[in-house]
């Protein structure tokens, strides 16, 4: 008698295969008196499996309800308002023409205040990247630009408004086009002085020299295909294993790491250093082939 295929759980879809992609956002990039027509596209994706939240005795899914805190009733989508609460209980609703009242130009402009080199600025706040793609008759002033971002080497430091809420963002050079990144405001930063310092301690030449020659053996070049999501893979594994034994073997929990109190630093980087040796190094030419996932299909890097 014939086995029953155990179902099968469907990889995430790559961006090679969704529909094509919407524009978040048009409208122009503006500096000086020159205007770019520009449209704004998501430059990063996150794979993720979706769980739904079930009842334990039976497996019926648990859905969310928007109910009104005055009489406990749901409230359907279409008669949702979002209000600002100047007192307690109390409301001054906004609506999506009062949002758009609010500047119709400033929405739609990347209005660039002025130009700084890169490294001048915190990495810290730089934190959501978009690709900024050139519409109908904004080639020549886009290539400029870039152009000139590159020769300067610096970024153009720019406000804009997403959904009506109001960013810091920079334009940059990326490969053959421009990118918008949006940023932190600094004064959302945390001052890293609020945070507990390590106490001083004086560390010595052989240590030091040690704890370098720990990094040099672990040093590669940096090739991002060598570098992919072994959580999200693990988690994927795990899900058809239950399916295929329909839940009723448990997975063996594996036991986190304890923290030890190093007291003999150089004794612990000699061992570290000659098991990063033993360890196969990533490849220093050519590209690593994606992992393909138990269904066949290999994974395709996001654009």
């Known amino acids: 008698m014939r086995e029953r295929e155990s179902p099968r759980i469907e990889p995430l879809r790559s961006l090679a295969y969704l529909p094509a992609m919407r524009a978040i956002w048009k409208g122009t990039i503006s500096f000086g008196l020159v205007s770019i027509p520009v449209s704004l596209y998501p430059a990063m994706r996150r794979e993720e499996l979706k769980f739904r939240l079930l009842r334990e005795s039976d497996h019926s899914p648990v859905n969310y ?59 810290l706040l730089f ?27 610096k970024i153009g430091i720019a406000k804009v408004v997403i959904k009506t809420r109001q ?54 070049k940096w090739r991002p295909e060598n570098y992919h999501d072994d959580y999200h893979e693990a988690l994927e594994k795990l899900v058809e294993e239950k399916l295929k034994h329909r839940g009723k073997e448990k997975p063996v929990a594996r036991k986190p790491k304890a923290a030890s109190n190093v007291i003999d630093l150089v004794s612990v980087l000699q061992r570290s250093i000659k098991a990063s040796q033993s360890k196969p190094k990533f490849a220093s030419s050519g590209k690593a082939k994606p992992k393909a996932s138990k269904t066949g299909k290999s994974r395709k890097k996001a654009a």
């Open 127 to 153: 934190y959501k990247p978009y690709y900024m793609e050139v519409a109908k008759g904004g080639d020549k002033a886009y290539s400029l630009l870039r152009e000139a971002l590159v020769a300067s080497g």
């Open 65 to 123: 309800k928007r109910v009104a805190a005055a009489d406990g009733k749901e409230v359907p989508w279409e008669q949702i308002v979002k209000g600002y609460e100047y007192e307690k209980g109390k409301f001054v609703v906004l609506k999506d023409e009062d949002f758009n009242r609010v500047d119709l130009e400033a929405a739609q402009t990347v209005d660039i205040i002025n130009f700084v080199a890169i490294k001048d600025v915190n990495p």
């Open 167 to 220: 960013h810091l963002a920079a334009v940059k050079p990326q490969e053959k086009g421009l990118m918008l990144e949006l940023m932190h405001f600094p004064d959302e930063l945390l001052d890293a002085d609020e945070f507990k310092a390590p106490k001083a301690q004086k560390v010595g030449s052989r240590e030091l020299t040690m704890a370098e020659n720990l990094i040099e053996s672990m040093s590669s």
